[in-house]
């Protein structure tokens, strides 16, 4: 993928929209598949940085986040959606409604599925979803790297899949990039001719302090695994920016006492572990010194309770 110019998280031209030329083509990609397949990695291989959170929790995306891949010939505005699941909570049905919502306003829609296992019944109900909708399909076998080489089977339940809805399928790895400008080029494929949607060097629509937020509960997701799964969720307080380093404050909501326990740590460790890796990434997003003091308040229930979802930026997208 050496061949595409990935942009910046801000742009040096904001507001600054070109004409597009003639055969330039632009549209959205919706992303869906079950939870942990991998498409946020794929998203963050495509744009060229990191603006999705990946975990090996399940569930690791909430929010619909797009991501910007602007080349030469097209304009790929890529809509990263929660994995599709029985939802558990308010919360879970607040992400399966989203994603459903943003299945029917794309133009065309990558279903991802994790090829490394065969075709279960999670992955039929999102075919029978993605069926639905208007817009291409494009069926997407991703973790290709993790494929036992012998194992034709794996393959064939996904061809079949695909040859049931009259579906093209592409392998790819979004880990290693094998097969990533295949991928592209069939995306772009299906695109129609139209202008440029957004600068040509900003790479997601969504605010530093959203993708701050992320960054710090990916930190979680990786620090402490199971003990506190998906219970956290991250205010970013105030970003107070200085001439030589911008100050964070963010607080990380859970729903017990315990969980902040776990989350403090003896004597602190925990959270000063959190805390230093999520500024690594931060720093990298911004391209400059960050000190991040972290907090941590306990809200029970949050997932239940519309108003405090609300609150923390989770509701049913128009």
């Known amino acids: 993928m050496s061949e595409i110019d990935h942009g910046s998280f801000l742009p040096t031209n904001i507001g600054l929209i070109p004409t597009a030329p003639e055969g330039f083509k632009s549209g959205f990609v919706g992303i869906v598949g079950r939870p942990n397949v991998g498409k946020s990695t794929l998203m963050n291989f495509l744009i060229g940085q990191k603006i999705a959170i990946t975990s090996p929790v399940a569930q690791t995306t909430r929010n619909r986040l797009r991501g910007i891949l602007t080349t030469p010939e ?3 505005i890529f809509v ?7 939802p558990q909570h308010q919360l879970g049905e607040v ?3 989203n994603a459903q919502i943003a299945m029917q306003s794309v133009d065309v829609l990558l279903f991802v599925v994790d090829s490394s296992v065969a075709a279960g019944k999670g992955d039929r109900f999102i075919a029978e979803l993605a069926s639905q909708i208007s817009a291409p399909v494009v ?13 034709e089977s794996l393959d064939r339940s996904y061809q079949e899949l695909a040859a049931e ?6 392998k790819f790895s ?4 094998d097969h990533m400008n295949a991928l592209l080029t069939r995306l772009v494929h299906h695109l129609e001719p139209g202008p440029y949607y957004y600068p040509p060097d900003l790479v997601t629509d969504q605010p530093e302090r959203f993708v701050m937020g992320e960054l710090i509960r990916e930190q979680v997701l990786l620090l402490t695994r199971e003990e506190v799964p998906h219970s956290t969720a991250i205010a970013i307080d105030r970003v107070i920016e200085e001439p030589t380093i911008t100050r ?3 607080t990380i909501h859970v729903e017990r006492p315990s969980q902040k326990g776990i989350l403090i740590g003896k004597g602190g460790s925990m959270l000063k572990a959190i805390g230093t890796a999520a500024r690594e990434q931060i720093q990298k997003l911004i391209a400059g010194k960050v000190y991040l003091e972290l907090f941590v308040k306990v809200q029970p229930k949050w997932r239940q309770s519309r108003v405090q979802l ?9």
């Open 95 to 97: 992400l399966v409604k």
């Open 80 to 86: 990263d959606t929660p994995g599709i699941h029985k």
């Open 310 to 318: 609300a609150d923390l930026g989770y509701q049913v997208e128009e």
């Open 165 to 170: 809805y009259g579906w093209e399928f592409l």
């Open 248 to 250: 964070v404050l963010a």
């Open 174 to 177: 979004a880990l290693t990039g």
């Open 74 to 76: 097209a304009q790929i």
């Open 139 to 151: 069926l997407g076998l991703n973790k290709s790297d993790q494929q036992p080489p012998t194992d």
